[in-house]
């Protein structure tokens, strides 16, 4: 298969279990994570799971948009186009509301909300460049739709 997709928060849960699953599928795999050691891990984890060696890891932090663009000079760089991209990585700080710092409040909108909607422009961007289309799916937690003991993102 020729086909290219991103997958963020690809170090563990639902992100890694998805790119291991299309790699299987043959699919040219970018796992974005922020942790290099971990990612790198994951990575040969994966190729040796599924005999596919057209993975590469990309190291970005989400929360910040600087590494979001050199992210997307990345890619584009290691791909002549892009065909998915599934918008993963999600932060949280499980601590009660009254003990959450704006800090920390902003550090998960940043990450969850504007990431997911940087990467999603960035890879817009690259679709129109190629003159294609793709497919862009975002990934959510449990808790957009119920409720959590404690739990305030």
Do not use: H
Request: charged content about 25%; overall charge negative; aromatic content about 6%.
């Amino acid at each position: 298969m020729n086909k290219n997709c991103i997958i963020t928060g690809a170090t563990d849960g639902i992100g890694k279990q998805t790119a291991i699953d299309l790699a299987r599928l043959g699919y040219r795999i970018g796992l974005v994570g922020r942790d290099l050691q971990k990612g790198e891990l994951v990575l040969n984890e994966i190729e040796n799971a599924t005999n596919n060696q057209s993975l590469k890891y990309f190291r970005a932090d989400l929360s910040n948009i600087k590494s979001i663009e050199r992210l997307s000079d990345e890619i584009k760089e290691e791909y002549d186009s892009v065909d998915i991209l599934i918008n993963n990585a999600g932060v949280s700080d499980p601590q009660r509301f009254k003990d959450l710092t704006e800090e920390s409040w902003n550090y998960v909108l940043e990450t969850n909300l504007n990431g997911a909607f940087r990467m999603a422009k960035a890879v817009t961007d690259l679709f129109i460049e190629d003159k294609k289309g793709g497919s862009i799916i975002n990934i959510a937690s449990i808790l957009g739709i119920r409720v959590g003991l404690n739990l305030t993102s």
